[in-house]
């Protein structure tokens, strides 16, 4: 069992940067494809970034590519994902996911992911 832990998340204003972490525990890192998805209210959850066990070909949702960056460091165990020039429709739950052996597109889909954190809240103001 794979357990995932977000931090980063808060308040910052429309241009602003900030960096979510997640953590995990319970399984080989190495061999998990990582992901992060968001939830804004009354929305349905959506695909931000993915990046593949393998480090390889990292996929971003076309709403954030060039200001959104997913990395993995398999020492520390962590995938972060460094958010720039924030906007306010960029507003949500921001949830790390682990596939195991997870590759390509499948990441990028709610159905594809074996695992969920619980979520940081980040919030961009106007």
């Known amino acids: 069992q794979v357990q995932l832990v977000e931090s980063g998340g808060g308040l910052v204003q429309a241009g602003g940067s900030l960096r979510l972490s997640c953590a995990a525990s319970?399984?080989?890192?190495?061999?998990?494809?990582m992901g992060w998805f968001r939830q804004a209210p009354g929305k349905e959850r959506e695909s931000v970034a993915a990046i593949s066990w393998s480090g390889s070909n990292p996929y971003y949702a076309d709403s954030v590519k060039g200001r959104f960056t997913i990395s993995r460091d398999n020492a520390k165990n962590t995938v972060l994902l460094q958010m720039s020039s924030l906007k306010p429709e960029d507003t949500a739950v921001y949830y790390c996911t682990a596939t195991k052996w997870g590759s390509g597109s499948r990441l990028m889909k709610v159905g594809g992911v074996e695992y969920w954190g619980k979520g940081t809240l980040v919030t961009v103001s106007s």
């Open positions: 319970g399984g080989t890192f190495s061999t998990y494809g």
